[in-house]
């Protein structure tokens, strides 16, 4: 696990916004931020954080390893440059109609699918979150989601935290899942093969009635064990149900 906000803050917040000092007389630089951190995003997505280390993209990009140094001091302001720039693929939810619950719907799923394509989000720590225009951006726009319905600003920002943390939970089951074959060697069905045989001698139904009736018809459903997208999809309409209650009963008084 990577934690944002590591680095020198100082130096974070100018990669973030764009703080440059002035040019240098000379040749044009032969990198940029942006460079540095397309090509750090484009590494994380295929191995993983763990994979990403500042000599690593110097080799993508045919520089001296110290040539990095001179834009990004550290990885650790590096994975917040990254983090906020992925943010900013997310789309505002303003014009999705069907009022609070279609938007709220909207950016669960546009969170869910950010998950998807960069797994590696999910492996950071964002308690000191990295505070860039993207960040930024996306709480202001998911809060106007549930602008003027009645809610405290407490509860709004309450009702964000636990929309995004639903599809931020989610997807880590999901990704994880997925990630199983490739970290194990062995696909579902692989393991399914392997494990009924003993699981047939071992284990009696008239024992555990529920759980068989259950798991059988969930599996089935889900074509697996467990069904990642089906969670998802399921625990967000609650959610959303149980939103509609609060924003119901604050608008009774």
């Known amino acids: 696990m990577e934690y944002s906000g590591t680095g020198d803050p100082k130096r974070s917040l100018e990669l973030l916004w764009g703080v440059q000092e002035r040019p240098r007389r000379g040749p044009k ?33 045919g520089v001296a390893p110290m040539s990095i140094y001179t834009y990004v001091p550290s990885k650790a302001e590096l994975i917040d440059v990254m983090m906020d720039r992925a943010l900013g693929e997310l789309v505002p939810p303003d014009d999705v109609p069907g009022g609070w619950r279609a938007k709220l719907a909207h ?24 505070m860039g225009p993207n960040l930024i951006g996306k709480y202001e726009y998911e809060l106007r ?11 709004m920002d309450s009702v964000i935290s636990l929309v995004t943390g639903h599809a931020q939970s989610s997807a880590r089951v999901s990704v994880n899942a997925a990630q199983a074959e490739r970290r194990t060697g062995m696909t579902d069905v692989e393991w399914w093969e ?54 119901t009963e604050r608008a009774s008084g």
């Not at 071992?202 to 969930?218: E, I, K």
């Open 29 to 61: 630089p032969k990198l940029t931020v942006e460079r540095i951190v397309t090509t750090a995003i484009d590494l994380a997505d295929a191995a993983g954080l763990d994979a990403l280390s500042m000599r690593r993209i110097a080799e993508e990009l």
């Open 107 to 130: 950016v669960a799923r546009q969170n869910w699918d950010l998950y998807h394509r960069h797994a590696w989000l999910l492996e950071i720590s964002a308690s000191r979150p990295p």
């Open 145 to 155: 989601a549930v602008d003027g319905l009645g809610l405290t600003d407490v509860e």
């Open 194 to 247: 392997a494990t009924a045989p003993v699981l047939d001698e071992v284990l009696q139904p008239d024992a555990y009635p529920l759980g068989s009736r259950v798991g059988t018809a969930a599996s089935q459903a889900y074509g697996g064990a467990i069904g990642p997208e089906h969670a998802f999809e399921f625990g967000l309409e609650r959610i959303l149900d149980g939103i509609a209650v609060l924003i």
